[in-house]
Every structure is written in structure tokens, then in C-alpha cells.
């Protein structure tokens, strides 16, 4: 039969496993938020550029970049700036003349900053897409 001292030493151990255990489960639940929203914004600028490559298609030029800017203000998540809807920059997007064959390219860039990451030491990631379309 346990005394009374037992089992409060076996309370008192388990609370020092879960002092060991917590910031494991807290860096690996952080972890996973922000590689899910890696993982977001990836999609983001792929749909932005997608977008892009449609407007140039149907010969809206003068607008593709602000079309590409206005989707990524619209939908991308960035918890690691001051800007929580933050845009690529007129740079980070390239566009180019249609080729022999019709077809047109337009790649889109964005440095995407980690929410939780910079406790392991990353900063930020450069994510990028590019789109192909046959303008017809």
C-alpha cells in the first residue's frame, strides 16, 4: 500500500515531466503554424501570378503588376511584419513580351517573415511562382 508521501512525489514528478515536455509541444505547435502559412502564402503568390499571366493574356498590360499587388494585398498573411497584408514590390514581379510561340511568362517573388520562427534562428524565406500561358 502507497503512503501519503508517495504518491505526492509521483504529482510532483509528473509536473516536472510536463515542465520538460511543454516547450517542446509549444515550439512544434508554433512550428506548425508557421509552415502552414508558408505554405498559404506559396499559394498565394502561385494564384497571383496565375492571375497576372490571365490579365496579360487578354491584353491588359498597363495593369498586370497592379492586378498582381492587389491580389497579394488581398490574400496573403505575413504575422512576422508590421504589415499584416503586405505586397510584393513592383520588382519582385516580372512579366515578359509574348515569344515566337504566343506564349507569355510572369513570375512573381515575395519575402515571407516567420511569425514564431527567429527563436530557431530563421528570419525570412523568399517564396516565388512563375506562370506560363499561350496567349491565343
Known amino acids: 500500500m502507497k503512503t501519503q508521501n508517495q504518491k505526492i512525489g509521483q504529482k510532483g514528478s509528473a509536473a516536472v ?5 511543454l516547450p517542446l509541444l ?7 503554424i508557421d509552415i502552414g502559412l508558408l505554405l498559404y502564402n506559396k499559394q498565394v ?14 491584353g491588359d498590360l ?11 494585398g488581398q490574400y ?14 513592383e520588382d519582385d514581379i516580372d512579366i515578359s513580351t ?12 515575395y519575402n515571407h517573415h516567420y ?4 527563436i530557431i534562428g530563421l528570419d525570412n524565406t523568399v517564396i516565388s511562382a512563375q506562370t506560363f500561358m499561350r496567349m491565343e
Open 17 to 21: 515531466e510536463f515542465a520538460i515536455v
Open 26 to 32: 509549444v515550439l512544434l505547435v508554433f512550428g506548425i
Open 45 to 58: 503568390i502561385t494564384n497571383a501570378s496565375r492571375e497576372g499571366a490571365r490579365a496579360r493574356t487578354t
Open 62 to 72: 498597363a495593369n498586370v503588376k497592379n492586378i498582381v499587388r492587389n491580389y497579394c
Open 76 to 89: 496573403l498573411i505575413n504575422l512576422g511584419n508590421d504589415d499584416i497584408h503586405a505586397k510584393p514590390s
Open 98 to 109: 509574348p515569344d515566337g510561340d504566343n506564349d507569355i511568362y510572369v513570375s512573381v517573388s
Open 115 to 118: 511569425a514564431f520562427a527567429p
